[in-house]
């Protein structure tokens, strides 16, 4: 596997290590890594899943470029995926229905969508150098179903409300006070840690710890498909108007928005 491939993905002892790997672009996500990170979920055989990004950052969210900018469209097998989940979108949808426990291995920024796959993760392990802002706001738009679901169930609706209404960027040990991760380490510690608690949960009986995890699922969470088709029915909306051009183009350009409502 060569170094240029967007995902890397090894299993060791039963535990799955999924890299992020495109540290120059802060691993921001293309249509092609949604779909090596949903099939990658769906394939995988581990017991446990770590999931990290390469370089400085754990995932900046959609490359805006790509996604947001409308450089390329979206190709037909990304729309032929959103078509099966119901809209939800596809990597999602593999993370928030696989019966393997999720751990998030965040070592730096995860903002926007990066910070959806960290919520995705059943738990969160936060290098010192970790950051979380969901950014969806100042682009314009609606957050994916992570960031109305499990961000609430993690903070409560009122501190929830306030980091999706303001799009604010808080630190890693700021996210552990407020209860958005489970642990917070020095960096040079993050990636053990989070394979000691991946190795503890793999030599566990698998099918005890998939019933497990299908149960909290059946009684803490929502519909994911229906909540997603209904971000993305928002997102679609957003993105055609004013702000949400705006909400990009000053991210491009390096200046500060100006938003008009409309």
Request: glycine share 8%.
């Amino acid at each position: 596997m060569s170094d240029t491939t967007p995902l890397l993905y090894e299993v060791s002892d039963h535990v799955g290590v999924i890299t992020l790997n495109r540290p120059d672009a802060m691993n921001s996500l293309t249509y092609q890594l949604y779909a090596d990170l949903e099939d990658t979920v769906r394939s995988s055989e581990a017991r446990a899943l770590v999931i990290t990004g390469a370089g400085r950052a754990f995932c900046a969210g959609d490359d805006v470029k790509q996604i947001l900018g409308g450089s390329e469209p979206a190709p037909a097998d990304f729309r032929d995926r959103s078509r099966k989940t119901g809209g939800l979108t596809p990597a999602a949808d593999a993370l928030l229905h696989t019966d393997i426990p999720v751990i998030a291995a965040v070592n730096g920024p995860a903002v926007g969508w990066g910070m959806e796959l960290a919520l995705m993760a059943d738990i969160r392990v936060a290098s010192i150098n970790a950051k979380f802002g969901e950014l969806f706001v100042i682009r314009g738009l609606c957050c994916d179903a992570p960031g109305l679901g499990r961000l609430t169930q993690l903070v409560g609706r009122e501190r929830a409300a306030e980091l999706l209404f303001t799009g604010e960027i808080i630190d890693a040990e700021t996210a552990h006070q407020i209860g958005l991760v489970s642990r917070c380490v020095a960096h040079e510690e993050l990636m053990s840690t989070a394979l000691e608690i991946a190795g503890k949960i793999a030599r566990n009986p698998p099918l005890a710890v998939q019933a497990l995890k299908a149960g909290l699922r059946r009684t803490v969470e929502p519909d994911w498909r229906d909540t997603g088709r209904w971000a993305i029915e928002q997102i679609t909306r957003l993105r055609a108007t004013e702000d949400s051009k705006e909400g990009v183009a000053a991210f491009l350009e390096k200046r500060e928005p100006k938003y008009v409502g409309r």
